[in-house]
Structure formats: structure tokens, C-alpha cells
């Protein structure tokens, strides 16, 4: 199976600042990549897929990037509401695999 | 919008069989338009994809929990349905029901249930 690592494992930023996270593949691949972000009690939700399409009504400021085994979830300029755990996952192999996930923290 | 609703016990003894079912309502996509999926998600194991079903009935399984998945689907309710056998500390997890475009090539996950805690413990 793939593994998935994603890194940092926490970010802490300060508001209005740009950020980008890793998500590295074991084995290449091309685009069939997703980034999804889970807020606290909830479920994950669907950020990108394809590995830079964003999801319905995702906000212009997530961007994400990359393929064969390197992959990066981009925010620019960040929100209150954009402080959450995030997960980069392959659906490119059997079995569907989730990186650990990256926890975005108010600095 | 599609929506997605698990149920079942939130506490399982060891050696017992979880069940869970998930309901689909809503949406102006048909049930074949999806396919239906389980994931867990546990401190220690993180996120888990364990298998899905189509509406055909049709099914494939995360090899590490195979041999003791059984997944159906019961078009009358359209509802979707898990049963993990021979359960341990091991499978406590959020499980969540989860829908994915059946459309040519592959898709995310792009549908959630909220998720339903489970925990096994005598």
C-alpha cells in the first residue's frame, strides 16, 4: 500500500499568513490526490481533489500542487476559521490511504 | 445535498460483531451514482479506509480488516450497512459513512456521514 507522511506534524501561524504543508507519497503517482480539513468534533471535509482542484465552495485562497510523490496544500492568507487539522490522501491505489495529518495552530 | 447518517451501539465487548448502518438521503443523485464507503478515524491509527460497497452490491475491502468485514446494502431503505467480526480495543474508532462519485476514473471523498463513536470494552 502507499503510505502517506505528511509534515509538519503542527504549524503554528499568526493569522493573514501563508502556509504550506507537505504531503510526501511512498510510491509515485499522478494526480489523484486529496486534501481534506477537519475542524475539532466534526468530520473531514473535502478541500482538493485531483490534487489542485478545489472542492464546491472551497475558498480561492486553498491551493494545492504537485504529483508524483511530492504534493503541497497552500494557504494564502489565513483565517480564523482555517485553523484545523489537515489530511492529504491517495486514491490513486488499493487501498485508499490518509496521511497523518497536519494540525494548522493559531501562533 | 446528499446526506449521510450513521447508527448502530456505541459499545461492542470483545470477540463481539460491530454493526453499523448508514442512511443516504436527499440530493438529486441516484444511489448508483455513489460509491459507499467506511472509514474510521482513532488516535492511534489515525484515518482508516475500510472498504466500500456499490449499489450493485459489489464490494472491496482494505486488506488488513478483509477477513473479518461483511458490508450489504439495502436498496427498499437506502441504507448501507457494516459488520466487523471478532472485534478488539483495537477497532474503537469514529466510523464514518462515506460517498464517493461513482463516475468514470477514480474520486475523493467528497460526502460525510458525521460520524458515530464506537468503543470496544466489556
Known amino acids: 500500500e502507499i503510505v502517506m507522511t505528511q509534515s509538519p506534524a503542527t504549524l503554528s501561524v499568526f493569522p493573514g499568513e501563508r502556509v504550506t504543508l507537505s504531503c510526501r507519497a511512498s510510491?509515485?503517482?499522478?494526480?489523484?490526490l486529496a486534501w481534506y480539513q477537519q475542524k475539532p468534533g466534526q468530520a473531514p471535509r473535502l478541500l482538493i481533489y485531483?490534487?489542485?482542484t478545489r472542492a464546491t465552495g472551497v475558498p480561492l485562497r486553498f491551493s494545492g500542487g504537485g504529483s508524483g510523490t511530492e504534493f503541497t496544500l497552500t494557504i494564502s492568507g489565513l483565517q480564523s476559521e482555517d485553523f484545523a487539522v489537515y489530511y492529504c490522501?491517495?486514491?490513486?491505489?488499493?487501498?485508499?490511504?490518509f496521511g497523518q495529518g497536519t494540525k494548522v495552530e493559531i501562533k | 445535498q446528499v446526506q449521510l447518517q450513521e447508527s448502530g451501539p456505541g459499545l461492542v465487548k470483545p470477540s463481539q460483531t460491530l454493526s453499523l448502518t448508514c442512511t443516504v438521503s436527499?440530493?438529486?443523485?441516484?444511489?448508483?451514482?455513489?460509491?459507499w464507503n467506511w472509514i474510521r478515524q482513532s488516535p492511534g491509527k489515525g484515518l482508516e479506509w475500510i472498504g466500500y460497497?456499490?449499489?450493485?452490491?459489489?464490494?472491496y475491502f482494505n486488506p488488513s480488516l478483509k477477513s473479518r468485514l461483511t458490508m450489504s446494502v439495502d436498496r427498499s431503505k437506502n441504507q448501507f450497512s457494516l459488520k466487523l467480526k471478532s472485534v478488539t480495543a483495537a477497532d474503537t474508532a469514529v466510523y464514518y459513512c462515506?460517498?464517493?462519485?461513482?463516475?468514470?476514473?477514480?474520486?475523493?471523498?467528497?460526502?460525510w456521514g458525521q460520524g458515530t463513536v464506537v468503543t470496544v470494552s466489556s
Open positions: 462515506v460517498g464517493n462519485i461513482a463516475a468514470p476514473g477514480r474520486s475523493a471523498f467528497d460526502i
Open positions: 436527499g440530493g438529486s443523485k441516484r444511489s448508483s451514482d455513489y460509491y
Open positions: 460497497i456499490y449499489y450493485s452490491g459489489n464490494t
Open positions: 510510491q509515485s503517482f499522478s494526480r489523484y
Open positions: 485531483d490534487a489542485s
Open positions: 490522501q491517495q486514491y490513486d491505489t488499493w487501498p485508499r490511504t
